[in-house]
C-alpha cells in the first residue's frame, strides 16, 4: 500500500488517511497540536506536505511501525461519493486532473463515470479520492474503526478535543434534488466491501 497515516505525537493517536473520511479535521488537529498555525494556512494538506519530511514527522507511510493508538474513520459509501460528487464537480477549481471529464456532470453520470474508471484501472490504480476504504488499510493494522458521525464524540471522549463545527454548504443545498436513487445503487456495488468494514471490524467498531 502506498498510502499514509497522520501520526499525532503529542496526544499518541493515528489516524489512517482515508479521502473524504474526516482527514482534513484530523489533520488540523494534529497540526494544532504541533504547530501554531497563522492565518495564511488555508489548506491544512499543502501546509503538512504529502510525507513525513514536509510534515515535520505527522504524515508517515502506512508502514511505518508506530506506538500509537491507531484507528481509521469509515464513512457511508453513498455519502463519501456525493461529498466527492460536489466537490470535484460542481465547478470547483482545484479538483484533480482526472475528475476534469466529470465537470459539471449529474450524479448518476458521475457515479456511472467511477465504475468504468474502476472496472477499466481497478480500484488500487486510481484517484485516492475514488479508491475504496478497504483499499486503505487492513484491519488488523487498527484499533479502532470509527464511523464518521461519531467522529467529535470519539475525540472528545478519548482525547478531550472539542467538536469542530459542521456547516452546510450552498453547494450541497443547491445540488440535493440532482442525487438519484439510481446513482446511490451503482456507489452501493462498486463499493459494496466498504459497506462491510463495520461488520468485519466486530469488537473494533466505535459505537
Same mark, same amino acid.
Given at each position: 500500500m502506498n498510502h499514509v497515516k497522520i501520526c499525532n505525537w503529542?496526544?499518541?493517536?493515528?489516524?489512517i488517511e482515508v479521502p473524504r473520511c474526516g482527514c482534513t479535521t484530523l489533520k488540523t488537529i494534529a497540526a494544532e497540536d504541533h504547530f501554531v498555525l497563522t492565518e495564511d494556512v488555508i489548506n491544512i494538506h499543502e501546509f503538512l506536505g504529502y510525507?513525513?519530511? *514536509?510534515?515535520?514527522?505527522i504524515i508517515q507511510p502506512y *508502514? &511505518?511501525?508506530?506506538?500509537?493508538? &491507531?484507528f481509521a474513520v469509515w464513512r457511508n459509501p453513498i455519502d463519501r461519493?456525493?461529498?466527492r460528487w460536489r466537490s470535484f464537480t460542481q465547478d470547483e477549481d482545484n479538483a484533480p486532473k482526472s475528475f476534469s471529464a466529470?465537470?459539471?456532470t449529474g450524479f448518476t453520470e458521475y457515479?456511472?463515470?467511477i465504475k468504468e474508471m474502476m472496472l477499466k484501472?481497478?480500484? &488500487?490504480?486510481?484517484d485516492v479520492h475514488v479508491r475504496r476504504q478497504c483499499d486503505f488499510y487492513n484491519m488488523r493494522d487498527i484499533?479502532?474503526?470509527?464511523p464518521l458521525p461519531l467522529l467529535n464524540k470519539f475525540l472528545l471522549e478519548r482525547f478531550g478535543y472539542m467538536p469542530m463545527p459542521k456547516l452546510t454548504s450552498s453547494k450541497a443545498i443547491r445540488t440535493h434534488n440532482q442525487i438519484t436513487e439510481e446513482g446511490k445503487n451503482i456507489i452501493n456495488k462498486i463499493y459494496s466491501k466498504d459497506l462491510e468494514l463495520p461488520e468485519q471490524a466486530g469488537m473494533k467498531l466505535y459505537k
Open positions: 503529542e496526544h499518541e493517536w493515528c489516524a510525507d513525513n519530511v *514536509t510534515s515535520n514527522g *508502514t &511505518t511501525p508506530v506506538d500509537l493508538f &491507531t461519493a456525493i461529498s466529470f465537470k459539471m457515479a456511472k463515470g484501472y481497478g480500484s &488500487t490504480n486510481i484499533d479502532l474503526l470509527v
